[in-house]
Structures are given as C-alpha cells and as structure tokens.
C-alpha cells in the first residue's frame, strides 16, 4: 500500500512538471518566452514546445491575425485652410512578435499608439490637398484614394521599425464638415451642378442651332426643287397650250377669235363695269356686230 502511494505521488509529481513545462503554440498566435522578464526566445511556428518549469519561464501570447480599430475623430486643416473633421479604420497586424513584446505588450496599447499615429500622418498628409480634393462632381479631381495611401505607406514604415507592426490597411471611414466648411460644400456643390447645367445648355441651344440650319437647308432645297418642277411644268404647259391655240386657230380662225373676245369680256366686263373705247375698236367688235365682222 505504500508503494502505491508513492507512485501515485511521483506521477502527479512528473505530470506537474510536465504540465508546468511544455506548452502549445497555435497557428493564430506566435509566443516570446521570458525569464523574469527578459526574453529568451520567440516561437512562430504551431505546435508542442517544452520551457523551464513554473515560474523560471513564461509564456507571453501574442496574436498574430489582422486587427482593425477606429480612429477617434481629429478636426485638421486642409491645405486652403478649410477644417474638415475625419475618422479612421486601420487594419494592422505582428510581424516581427519580439519587438512588438519589447514596445508595446498589449493590443490595446498597439491601438492606441496607432491611432495616434494615423492621425499626426493626418495632419502632415492633407496640408497638401485643398477641399475640392476631398469633395467634388468630378472624379478625377477627389484625391482620397492617394491621401490613404501616402498616410499607409508612412503609417507602416515608422511602425514597422519602432513597434514591429505590419499596417495592412488605411482608410477614411467618415468625413464631416463644421457647420462654416459645410455651407462652403454646398455653395461648391451648387456652383459646380450650374456650371454643368450651362454646358449641357450650351450644348443643346448648339444642337438645336444645327438642326435648325439643316432644316432650313433642306426646306429651301425642297422649295427650290418644287420651284424648279413648278416652272417646267408650267413652260409644258405654256407650250402645249400654244401649240393647241395655234392649232385652233390654223382650224378655224374666226371662231378662234371669238372664243379670245369672249374670254376678254369675261375678264373685263364684271358687275357694275365701265368702259370708253372707241367705236371702231376691236374689243366691241362682236357687241356691234355679231358676226364679227368690222365695220367700214
């Protein structure tokens, strides 16, 4: 019986110090191992590892995933002098987990020294921009996308060597504007959305310039066709009809003048006419006599 008890007693006492002294290191975590605070070794590959027992040496945790945090909002001035207030969400993860452990310790430190970062690189970036870069109807004038990337490209290389941090991603989540910069926007906005209103006008009032020309163009070519038509028909006509009066008149003479007398009384002699002519005039020739014939 006491044998047994001291077995019992030996395997609790080499399972203590085996669980005292090995360890695991996930694939989402890397570990720097410390000896009353210094440390002695960093671990970035998962598995099981063995340490000095109990407190010689300790495990320090470090997660290596992708964080992402908010900036707090920081009123700054643009380049033109405008203040514009922005908000920003950092994306950021440990590359090198010793340097990280030696300066910061903690996520919740490393936030908020980025943030403090973010936002100095802030200041220094957008006194380059004016407000119509970070507002504006026309695409190609809005700068945002450079602004991120000059404030990552800055943000990571002086993380990189004070904190051993990699900042994966920089971007504006939220602009806003104080109430004397907002009635600026909106007069910007609206002076840019007349401007445009002016050209799409001018535009039309062009356009309709030039299919009102080619309308004229094209009615006086139909004008002067029709014209055109109009007169050799009626130069046809004209000599149709002569060619039918000289025939008529080859016929039968008298009765070709007749019927001429008789188409000028028409004209002539309307309601209520009055004429003096001589009496041996060739237009009464058929009033005096009949037969037409003239007198003597």
Same mark, same amino acid.
């Given at each position: ?25 996930? /694939?989402? %975590? ?26 010689? /040496?300790?495990? !320090?945790?470090?997660? #290596? ?10 009123? *700054?001035? *643009? ?15 440990? #590359? ?16 908020? &020294? ?16 004016? *407000? ?5 109807? !026309? ?16 943000? !990571?290389?002086?993380?990189?060597? @004070?904190?051993?941090? %990699? ?6 989540? #939220? ?16 002076? /840019? #959305? ?8 001018? $535009?039309?009032?062009? %356009?309709?310039? @030039? =299919? $009102? ?9 139909? *004008?002067? %066709?029709?014209?055109? &038509? ?5 130069? $046809? ?5 002569? @060619? =039918? ?26 309601? &209520? ?20 014939? &003239?007198?003597?």
């Amino acid at each position: 019986m006491r044998y047994i008890f001291i077995i019992c007693v030996a395997l609790v006492v080499i399972l203590g110090f085996v669980f005292m002294s090995t360890f695991t290191v996930s /694939e989402r %975590e890397c570990v720097v191992l410390t000896q009353f605070g210094k440390p002695t070794r960093t671990i970035s590959t998962s598995g099981l590892y063995f340490k000095q027992p109990g407190f010689l /040496e300790t495990v !320090n945790r470090i997660d #290596r995933r992708t964080h992402v945090f908010t900036t707090q909002p920081i009123q *700054l001035l *643009l380049g033109d002098k405008n203040p514009i207030v922005l908000t920003c969400y950092v994306c950021w993860r440990v #590359r090198d987990p010793l340097l990280f452990f030696q300066s910061l310790v903690t996520a919740g430190i490393a936030t908020q &020294k980025m943030g403090d970062m973010v936002n100095s690189q802030l200041g220094s970036v957008l006194g380059d921009f004016t *407000l119509g870069n970070i507002i504006n109807t !026309n695409p190609t004038d809005v700068k945002i996308s450079t602004i991120e990337s000059r404030i990552l490209e800055n943000t !990571n290389v002086r993380a990189q060597d @004070k904190y051993g941090i %990699e900042v994966v991603q920089v971007g504006i989540r #939220r602009i806003a504007y104080p109430t004397v910069v907002a009635d600026a926007v909106y007069n910007r906005m609206r002076s /840019e #959305r007349e401007k445009e209103a002016m050209k799409y006008r001018a $535009e039309g009032r062009e %356009e309709a310039a @030039k =299919i $009102e020309a080619k309308a004229d163009r094209e009615v006086t070519e139909i *004008l002067a %066709e029709a014209y055109k &038509k109009a007169q050799m028909l009626k130069g $046809e006509g004209d000599q149709q009809s002569l @060619k =039918i009066y000289s025939e008529a008149y080859g016929k039968d003479k008298e009765f070709f003048e007749f019927t001429k007398s008789m188409e000028v009384y028409k004209d002539i002699l309307t309601q &209520k006419s009055t004429l003096i002519l001589s009496t041996d005039s060739d237009l009464l020739r058929y009033l005096n006599n009949p037969r037409g014939q &003239k007198q003597q």
